[in-house]
């Protein structure tokens, strides 16, 4: 079992930045999938970015460009830098984990591990 720890989120005005971070309870394997998703109210959750088994990383048509997802292996941690925030990106973003053979992508399904999320609010 994986539990999953984000923190990093808060309140920014529009075209601003912030770091996420997202700490498992254990040391894990980096052939992990790992990945961030949000939702807003009234919404499904959806993928943002994620990087695969083999250390590919897929991005969300909406955030292309502007976040950048990455892990440190070292400190056993996964990253979502976020930069040119607009009041679209507000959310509960969570961080999300599955274990090797794992097929990865954006699809909530694909992952087993969840963490309980953290608030960003982008105000315009």
């Known amino acids: 079992q994986v539990q999953l720890v984000e923190s990093g989120g808060g309140s920014v005005q529009a075209g601003g930045s912030l770091r996420l971070s997202c700490t498992p309870s254990?040391?894990?394997?980096?052939?992990?999938?790992m990945g961030w998703f949000r939702q807003a109210p009234g919404r499904v959750r959806e993928g943002v970015a994620t990087v695969d088994t083999e250390g590919d990383t897929t991005y969300a048509d909406s955030v292309e460009g502007r976040f950048t997802i990455s892990k440190d292996n070292t400190k056993n941690t996964l990253y979502l830098q976020m930069t040119s925030l607009t009041p679209e990106d507000t959310g509960m973003y969570y961080c999300a984990a599955d274990e090797p053979y794992c097929s990865g992508g954006l699809r909530t399904v694909e992952y087993k591990y969840w963490g309980q999320g953290t608030q960003v609010t982008v105000s315009s």
């Open positions: 254990r040391l894990i394997n980096s052939r992990y999938c």
